[in-house]
């Protein structure tokens, strides 16, 4: 594989000792990591390089890893975004989800883990590009799944790659129950806890996004999952 063919991999990480370590390994992986040790630097380097997807340290100096993610979803909203943070608190990780990230991991990690969760990342990225249905009508509203944007009379709302995909089950799913389990190991690889909790976020955020149209509503079947009600005449592929 040439250095132009191998993926490229953005590192934020304040602690010079660790950084190295991750840098020199993901290079021993095949990939292409640039180290940067504060937000400010990493963000500066995102806005010139070409990356596949960033790791960012929550706890830096200058910028924090919440802020540069904010700051590259603005400029890439499809951009893989992996938190490290020292700390395993509920709301630290619940505000990087809410943010957008893809993954989260608390420090001590095995080098292994991280990769296995880059890996699992980059794998679902490449995979949501062979999708077969590109468009659908849901009541007045238009979401074309390839842009992310989900459209109503002049109004464009760019959905994030989490919205996108959630969005997109529902739809696949729609006046169907779309079981929990299944839409988490499909769009977050793992039904854990902090993983089920982000997915209420994104709902919460949908329901925001389609509230244009009173006669779509996505309801909470208990114990089950979710279920995206659209008049049957409004639905099309």
Known sequence: MTLEERLRILLCEDDENLGMLLREYLQ???YVADLFSDGESGYKAFLKGKYDLCVLDVMMPKKDGFTVAQEIRTVNGEMPIIFLTAKSL???ILEGFK?????YITKPFSMEELVFRIEAILRRVKGKKGKEVTMYQIGNFTFDTQKQVLSIGDKSTKLTTKESELLSLLCSHVNEILERNFALKTIWIDDNYFNARSMDV?????RKHLKD???????NIHGKGYKLIVPEMEMKK
Do not use: F, N, Q, V
Not at 99 to 103: F, N, Q, S
């Open 99 to 103: 943010i957008g990230a893809d993954d």
């Open 213 to 219: 149209d009173p006669s779509i509503e996505i309801i």
């Open 90 to 92: 509920k709301e630290d």
């Open 28 to 30: 021993a992986k095949g």
């Open 202 to 206: 994104y709902i919460t955020k949908l």
